[in-house]
């Protein structure tokens, strides 16, 4: 049965650690598609790291099986070099984080279970993370699941070093297995207990310019207005709006300025105006070809030049 993005007290949520690299049909990959569409089958929400190998091999199987689908992604720290690395196309809910350390704490939060199966220093790193908040009681107690060959004899270690560090934590040999245990011991509820708790949305930290940009494209597309949007109508925009914006600003005095920030309704108009000064300079960007991110640092770039720290700091002329 398909579920919804809204979680209840009964939504089960378990998130699935595993490597990136794992390519289609090898024996990491078999066995996290597998995973997925048996943890949907049995009703829990599949949650991971949202991009390629094991991650994409979870999802992908879960949303065949009708499952709902989490991905928290990275997209300030992940890319290809230049750009933030795309999700895989199997998720229903993406969440970005700010940075690594943020990404793993929002895994843990909304995850009543978590499944670690094989990977590399970053599967090594959440397993660290989300196994010492357990031991230590940091979160309340949920299952901890070690289902890849990396992990073969960790537990003994462990428990030979402190018996007590390995209670809520499990071994399994098969997906059958890992479902099974996490069917028993999985918490309920804490994707719905969490999310009012910590910001996991999307703000300045955690959005990407082309990710803004995909929203306005999406909503200018749904209602067939590119024809409308061409550079003369939008650069219009871009003044007409801004020019609403200095409104809230007309005939004030400097020592005005700090009333108006601690003026609730004001600062909700303000943050409207600059919302759709922001909205149209996208959709112009957009329609002429240019890249925001490259054009500002190019502009800073010959500022800096042009307006030396060292002869311009703390005044400004005109040359």
């Known amino acids: ?34 995973l997925g569409a048996l943890l949907a089958e049995a009703g829990f929400e599949v949650l991971n790291g949202g991009y390629d190998g094991t991650m994409k091999a979870s ?35 993406v ?63 462990m428990s030979s070093y402190r018996e007590s560090s390995v209670r809520h934590v499990h071994r399994a040999e098969s997906p059958e297995q890992v479902v099974a245990i996490l069917t028993e011991h999985a918490v309920r509820g804490t994707r719905i207990r969490n999310a009012g708790k910590h910001s996991f949305g999307f703000n300045d930290m955690t959005a990407t310019v082309a990710r803004l940009r995909e929203i306005m494209d999406r909503f200018v597309a749904r209602r067939d207005w590119q024809r409308f949007h061409d550079p003369k109508n939008l650069s219009a925009s871009i003044a007409i709006e801004a020019a ?24 909700a108009e303000i943050r409207e105006e600059l919302a759709d000064v922001l909205a149209y300079v996208l959709s112009f960007a957009g329609t002429m070809g240019i890249d925001l991110a490259s054009a500002l640092a190019g502009k800073m770039e010959r500022n800096e030049s042009k307006y030396p720290a060292d002869q311009y700091r703390g005044h400004f002329e005109l040359s």
Not at 244 to 267: A, G, I, N, P, V
């Open 95 to 157: 969440l970005p984080a700010p940075d690594m350390l943020a990404r793993i704490n929002i895994m843990m939060r909304l995850s009543g279970g978590f499944v670690v199966l094989d990977g590399g220093t970053g599967t090594l790193c959440e397993l660290g993370i989300v196994w010492e908040h357990v031991n230590k009681s940091f979160i309340p107690p949920r299952p901890i699941v070690l289902a890849g060959r990396s992990w073969d004899g960790l537990l003994d270690l």
């Open 1 to 34: 049965m398909t579920q919804t993005d809204q979680p209840t007290a009964k939504t089960r949520t378990v998130t699935i650690f595993g490597g990136n690299s794992a390519t289609d049909g090898s024996e990491a990959y078999v066995f996290a598609r597998r």
């Open 244 to 267: 609403e914006l200095m409104e809230h600003f007309q005939w004030l005095r400097s020592d005005q300025l700090d009333d108006l920030r601690d003026d609730e309704k004001k600062m």
């Open 59 to 93: 999802s992908r199987s879960a949303k065949e099986a009708g499952g709902f689908t989490i991905g928290v992604t990275c997209p300030s720290m992940i890319t290809d070099g230049r750009n933030p690395l795309k999700h895989n196309s199997y998720l229903d809910l």
